[in-house]
């Protein structure tokens, strides 16, 4: 077993552990409806452990504000990596993705921090 594949189920269950329920919201662009000016869009939800964190306000610059929230989530829980155009909901809160930022180990992916916005 590789180093990777190690990190990648440590991050997975210490995050299972210790974090709380998250859903990921994947969004997927559809057509545009030229009536109401709109982009329809379809969403996807995927269930799993994130742990969540306010964002240091030495953290914060032009992106990233006070008030922002990080989720650190497993990469090895997710089938896909998290985009900015995609949401996550928190206690029923929904977020906007700022930032996507990816811990990896040998090109493999082992945790996701994402920058949230309500």
């Known amino acids: 077993m590789t180093l990777a594949k190690s990190l990648e189920r440590v ?16 969004v997927t662009a559809g057509d545009y409806n030229t009536t109401t000016g709109a982009i329809s869009e379809t969403t996807s939800d995927t269930d799993i452990k994130g742990v969540v964190e306010d964002v240091n306000l030495r953290e914060a610059n032009e992106l990233i504000q006070a008030g922002d929230k990080k989720l650190t989530v497993a990469a090895n829980d997710l089938a896909t990596a998290p985009e900015t155009k995609d949401r996550v909901v928190i206690s029923s809160v929904g977020h906007q993705i700022v930032r996507v930022e990816t811990t990896e180990q040998d090109n493999t ?3 996701y921090e994402l920058i949230l916005r309500a």
């Open 109 to 111: 992916a082992i945790v």
């Open 11 to 26: 991050a997975s269950k210490v995050i299972a552990r210790f974090g709380g329920d998250v859903t990921i919201r994947y």
